[in-house]
């Protein structure tokens, strides 16, 4: 009887899975997204966001957004990043993912070995979680698909650089145009090729 209540008391806790995309890119944001799911209305198809094609992100997005209990999708910029580096900036997003939640989470489930230091509930780091929790791949989902789209915006706004392409990760055409045209001002200046040209004089 005991073991039922405490299995009870933990399927009726507001578990919200919580993801990030882009720490890798040297251009735009990192998106960190925080997502509730609702037992009665399962999703098929949730998968790592890697896992998955375009086109299947694309579908899978409106179903999260119309089913979840709640979700918050948090852009954390360049400046920022290059302001508290990478991994503090993608904790930072994080949190204000979780506290952006209505109805709030009690407790998040985190993709990754790592828990941020303000996480304002209980927190659970696990380890590919997001091929393994529904959570985790929903937010996995929502991040990737939104920060894919803010690409695309900035593409044209900066075009030459090939953002709706490569989403800003340092291909060897993305490479190629940072060195001809110098970084904009959505780059991050503290990542390695980033920071040689800003070093070298190049202006924005």
């Known amino acids: 009887m005991a073991a039922r209540k405490i299995i009870a008391s933990v399927e009726g806790l507001l578990i919200a899975g919580v993801d990030e995309a882009g720490r890798g890119p040297l251009a735009g944001p990192v998106a960190v997204a925080a997502v509730i799911l609702h037992p009665a209305r399962p999703i ?9 094609s375009e086109a299947k992100r694309e579908a899978l997005y409106p179903q999260i ?21 990478i991994f503090q900036a993608t904790m930072t997003g994080m949190c204000r993912a979780l506290v952006g939640l209505s109805p709030s989470a009690q407790e998040a489930w985190i993709d990754g070995n ?23 791949s929903a937010a996995s989902i929502l991040a ?18 090939g953002f709706a392409v490569h989403k800003g990760y ?10 001809r045209l110098g970084p904009c001002p959505h780059h991050r200046r ?10 070298q004089g190049v202006l924005f």
């Open 190 to 199: 503290s990542f390695a090729p980033v920071k040689l040209l800003v070093d």
């Open 44 to 52: 098929e198809g949730l998968n790592d966001s890697k896992k998955l």
């Open 114 to 136: 790592a828990l941020p230091r303000d996480l304002p509930c209980a927190g659970r780091a696990i380890v590919g979680g997001d091929a393994l929790e529904p959570a985790i």
């Open 144 to 161: 990737k698909v939104s920060r894919d789209r803010w690409m695309v915006e900035l593409d044209r706004e900066h075009p030459g650089y």
């Open 65 to 85: 957004i119309s089913q979840a209990v709640a979700y918050c999708v948090v852009m954390v910029m360049p400046e920022e990043i290059d302001r508290l580096n």
């Open 170 to 179: 340092p291909t060897p055409a993305h490479l190629a145009s940072l060195k």
